[in-house]
């Protein structure tokens, strides 16, 4: 399944976050950018060449599979359509573990200060692929000068959006009205603007809250998609992710 097509780039920007209607499953997505303010983009469409995903923003730096222990992120297909497949859980006994992950380099573009910002991701998975939170995409750590973030969380299976002030450390976040972990293709979009953070799952709006006009993201960590790093306890992410972009203004 694809939630966004390639040909779709020469669409007028998208709309407000909630303006759109609800998704029925397999509905092409209402979200759908264009335009110079997409700093980085992936669909997987194109595979993966020498261990890098191309950007398809014309902006954006290519994604570079890292993996330990014999992690390996897979592409692959269903009809026409292509995505990233991320190890499974590892049994609690296993004497190493195959973790694996998507790695941009640091760009100004993805550090967004002050400014609008906006993230969004397809995700697949199921309860039973959840071994406590599931990092979808983030840049930064959250006690180390700032961070932006998309995870699924353990408990509830619902999709989460974060952001982390550079200097202070307040830490502002927001959930979708209900699980993504169903086995179903799902569109999570993060927001930051007009001093609010919200999030959206298919078209639907989620939690809300008020972050302050001084809060700024800026850091000088990668891009990384499907685990923030390959630490024994580290919140790796083991569904199919599809269809990223990172919008700026």
């Known amino acids: 399944m694809k939630i966004l097509r390639l ?4 669409a007028l920007l998208a709309l407000p976050l909630f303006s759109s209607p609800a998704l029925a499953a397999g509905d092409p997505a209402e979200d759908d950018p264009a335009g110079p303010a997409i700093v980085a983009r992936y669909n997987f469409d194109g595979g993966a060449n020498a261990g890098k995903i191309s950007d398809l923003s014309g902006r954006g730096a ?11 992120v897979a592409i692959n297909s269903e009809g026409t359509n292509r995505f990233a497949a991320f190890p499974g859980i590892c049994a609690a006994d296993a004497a190493t573990c195959g973790k694996a992950l998507l790695e941009a380099p640091d760009d100004a573009d993805l550090d967004p200060g002050t400014r609008n910002f906006k993230w969004a991701a397809s995700v697949r998975l199921t309860t039973g692929q959840l071994n406590g939170n599931a990092n979808v995409m983030q ?15 353990g408990r509830s299976g619902r999709a989460q959006c ?3 002030a550079r200097t202070t450390g307040q830490k502002f976040s927001v959930l979708s009205a209900g ?7 799902h569109r999570i979009v993060c ?4 001093g609010t953070l919200a999030i959206s799952v298919d078209g639907t709006a989620g939690g809300r809250t008020a972050v302050p006009e001084t809060v700024a993201v800026d850091n000088a960590m990668p891009l990384r998609i ?3 790093n390959f630490a024994k306890d580290s919140d790796m992410y083991h569904g199919q992710i599809d269809d990223i972009y990172v919008q700026l203004g």
Not at 7 to 10: E, V
Not at 191 to 194: D, I, K, P, Q, V
């Open 62 to 72: 290519a994604l570079t599979i890292r993996g330990s222990a014999n992690g390996q």
């Open 226 to 228: 499907g685990g923030p």
């Open 191 to 194: 927001e930051r603007a007009g």
């Open 179 to 185: 699980s993504v972990a169903d086995g179903n293709w």
């Open 7 to 10: 040909s779709a780039l020469t």
């Open 139 to 153: 840049k930064g750590v959250a006690d180390v000068q700032s961070q932006w973030k998309m995870q699924v969380t």
């Open 162 to 164: 974060v952001l982390v």
